[in-house]
């Protein structure tokens, strides 16, 4: 299992720190460094502007959302980056929830995985540049019809060679059936709130996609998982839980509306729905504190590894057992030599 590093979104400004952590994760042998969106800074600046300053790490997006960019302009933004990078660059793609794709982007939310199967499907035909791209979806077509436009869109190719036309596009997914696609039409897994307890049941729900993978995909033996895992080491167990209470208490309470929740129903799958309820109606009640401190020790261990050292180290060969390929290390950029050490 590889080791990679996940710098996040900003809150709210540039986080303090951000390069030298890049630096120092390709120095130590981290396998890739990823970033993210979610309606602040964009993913791709950041991994552009700090990934500059090294030659060896791979580059990734976990997430660039589907509704921030047509999927040709993604494309084109892959096929710089994995020119700029010399080839490190891996497309990470999500669809986000429909908070954010109806009350930020202002694109309709419905459909969303028939929406990102024409999306992937666009960027693929792109990257192979073997004709102008055409398309003619329930959601994308290309050129615009005539009838709902000038009628003076033309088809066309990518100007730009690019450098892999098989570049890696990995998905996020957390329902069953989005997990099922990710094995279906990408190259790579990037799931939210893994947990080894889980883990035979995802594997069930990659084998459904692997099913229907078509010809021409990479083997399903290079297919990769590649997990966002908080990491916190602290002698006491329960001050390194309240590091990683916030975020839990964020995305099972705040990142979604209540009852379509698509964060939330992960945790319900592990079977902490009660605890979801009570952290859910804190936060919508406005009291992050409370919905905070209702993250039960237990739910953490399932998706963290927190604590001392050797409750690190006992927990770590559950995580190696599971189909994860790479464990994507969300911590704080200070303790990464030390992380480095004890998971690698």
Not at 249 to 261: Q, R
Request: charged letters at 20%.
């Amino acid at each position: 299992m590889r080791l990679g590093y996940h710098t996040g979104y900003w809150s709210a400004g540039p986080p303090v720190g951000a390069q030298q952590a890049v630096l120092a994760a390709e120095q130590l042998g981290f396998e890739s460094v990823w970033t993210a969106e979610a309606y602040g800074s964009d993913a791709l600046t950041p991994l552009a502007w700090w990934g500059s300053r090294t030659s060896r790490i791979r580059l990734g997006t976990a997430i660039a959302q589907i509704s921030a960019r047509t999927p040709t302009a993604t494309a084109m933004a892959a096929i710089t980056l994995d020119h700029l990078s010399d080839g490190r660059f891996t497309l990470g793609l999500g669809v986000s929830g429909p908070q954010v794709v109806e009350g930020w982007y202002g694109q309709p939310y419905s459909r969303p995985l028939a929406r990102t199967r024409e999306y992937i499907a666009i960027v693929r035909d792109v990257l192979r540049r073997e004709n102008p791209v055409t398309y003619d979806g329930a959601f994308y077509r290309l050129p615009l019809p005539a009838a709902e436009s000038s009628g003076l869109g033309k088809a066309l190719r990518s100007t730009v060679h690019p450098l892999r036309a098989d570049l890696p596009i990995h998905l996020a997914a957390e329902g069953p059936k989005n997990v099922a696609l990710a094995a279906e039409v990408s190259d790579g897994w990037l799931p939210m709130f893994y947990s080894p307890r889980m883990d035979a049941s995802y594997r069930e729900m990659l084998a459904d996609g692997f099913a229907q993978r078509g010809a021409g995909a990479r083997p399903i033996e290079e297919f990769e998982v590649t997990a966002t895992v908080p990491v916190v080491v602290d002698d006491d167990i329960e001050h390194a839980a309240d590091v990683v209470r916030p975020f839990i208490a964020l995305y099972a309470g705040g990142m979604g509306a209540k009852g379509a929740n698509f964060h939330r129903n992960v945790l319900d799958r592990l079977g902490y729905s009660d605890a979801c309820d009570e952290i859910q109606a804190h936060y919508l009640a406005g009291d992050r504190a409370r919905a905070t401190a209702a993250v039960p020790l237990e739910l953490v261990q399932d998706v963290a590894l927190v604590g001392p050292p050797q409750e690190i180290r006992s927990r770590l060969p559950a995580w190696e057992a599971t189909a994860i390929t790479t464990m994507l290390v969300q911590a704080d950029p200070r303790t990464l030599p030390v992380l480095r050490e004890l998971l690698g």
